[in-house]
């Protein structure tokens, strides 16, 4: 069964806009970390954001906030004033905190982002 | 700020050929990871390594696979005999293994390397 769900394969924006993408994932595990990176087309892997499943509060890190619904295991990110360098795919990734310690993170297929001038 | 490098950044190799890819985590961190990524696909784990041996590996990490830490800084992936399909981004993560669940433990990832098998 597929952990982490991006319904998006695609997104447009328009520069300065806000734009949200989805994240859904499936776990039964009370602890657990949820992880957005950023790929642009050079390839690497940047981290953006995380929250943790015990966290209280919805993380932000600059232009970037998390909307985490727990009940609806939702994990979305949302990118405010968007930027022509925001351009690029976006990874959400899981992290089970109970499959002992190995922490592997488990990935979505990607949703990509592009931003309109 | 450390971070975690890898080299080659780009690797091209004829098939059934060996190659190592080499990685230099950040210098505390404990946990070592592996992940690949098929052009265009998400990522995928191939495998962790702790206290020099391996803690998981995935069902993609056969025995043409293998993983080395072979002097306390470099951790290496070696493929032994190369497929097409072996062709992909392989990107190294590294982690300092904060064992308290739900804290903050980021893995750090390198830039990658693209190997292209022809």
């Known amino acids: 069964a597929q952990k982490i769900t991006q319904t998006q394969p695609g997104m447009f924006v328009q520069e300065k806009e806000a734009v949200t993408l989805d994240c859904t994932y499936d776990?039964?595990?009370?602890?657990?970390?949820l992880f957005w990176y950023k790929q642009p087309s050079s390839g690497e892997m940047i981290f953006l954001i995380y929250?943790?499943?015990?966290d209280e509060q919805n993380a932000t890190e600059g232009r970037y906030s998390l909307n985490f619904q727990k009940a609806r295991k939702s994990a979305n990110l949302v990118i405010s004033a968007s930027q022509l360098g925001d351009s690029a795919m976006y990874f959400c990734?899981?992290?089970?905190?109970?499959?002992?310690?190995?922490?592997?993170?488990?990935w979505g297929l990607g949703t990509s982002l592009a931003v309109n001038p | 700020e450390p971070e975690v490098t890898q080299t080659p950044s780009h690797q091209v190799t004829q098939m059934g050929q060996e190659v190592i890819l080499r990685c230099v985590p950040i210098?505390?961190?404990?946990?070592f990871y592996w992940y690949r990524q098929i052009l265009g696909q998400k990522v995928e784990f191939l495998v962790s390594?702790?206290?020099?041996?391996?803690?998981?590996k995935s069902e993609i990490f056969d025995d043409q696979f293998s993983v080395e830490r072979p002097d306390g800084s470099n951790f290496t992936l070696k493929i032994r005999s190369t497929k097409l399909e072996d062709s992909a981004m392989y990107f190294c993560?590294?982690?300092?293994?904060?064992?308290?669940?739900?804290?903050?433990?980021?893995?750090?990832f390198g830039p990658g390397t693209r190997l292209t098998v022809l």
């Open positions: 776990t039964s595990d009370q602890s657990y970390g």
């Open positions: 929250q943790g499943s015990y």
């Open positions: 993560a590294s982690r300092r293994n904060l064992i308290l669940a739900g804290v903050f433990d980021e893995q750090f």
């Open positions: 990734a899981m992290r089970e905190d109970n499959a002992g310690n190995n922490r592997k993170l488990i």
């Open positions: 210098s505390n961190h404990l946990y």
């Open positions: 390594f702790y206290n020099n041996e391996i803690s998981e």
